[in-house]
């Protein structure tokens, strides 16, 4: 039998928040968005407050990595702190292409705190039509 710990003047759910708070500051995944056109695979993910030279992108084996870290600039010992929400730390993000790339042509971008990675295709993923003959 284990003994649990009676404290009667904790918030409900301030365990709960200091958790949740404690588990996301240490696994951040930024968001994606994957989408192809008819020429190319492109990804775009929020960046924002993180400075670019921060940031590594790589394939590998038809995957996408982004890894990288961010930092809060200044700390500040002598504030009394109400809340303290912004913290530095790293990140990474995987997600697998939908298609074959051609992956030494890959161009990634920052604008606006959004990362823009933009990869063409490889020529055997891109489709093609093939004209049907008719015979009479």
Do not use: C, Q
């Given at each position: 039998m284990s003994i649990i710990k009676w404290a009667p003047f904790l918030e409900p759910f301030e365990e709960m928040e200091k958790f949740m708070s404690d588990?996301?500051?240490r696994n951040y995944a930024p968001a994606v968005d994957v989408y192809e056109t008819a020429d190319s695979v492109i990804i775009e993910s929020?960046?924002?407050?993180v400075d670019?030279?921060?940031v590594e992108v790589s394939i590998e084996n038809d995957t996408l990595s982004i890894k990288g870290q961010f930092k809060k600039e200044s700390e500040v010992d002598?504030?009394?702190y109400y809340r303290k929400e912004i913290s530095s730390g790293s990140f990474?993000?995987?997600?697998a292409?939908?298609?074959k790339v051609e992956k030494d042509k890959a161009v990634a971008e920052s604008k606006d705190g959004l990362l823009k990675i933009t990869i063409p295709k490889a020529p055997e993923s891109?489709?093609?039509s093939i004209k049907i003959s008719?015979?009479?």
């Open positions: 588990a996301s500051s929020p960046l924002a407050g670019p030279n921060n002598d504030k009394n990474y993000r995987s997600v292409l939908p298609s891109k489709p093609t008719v015979t009479k």
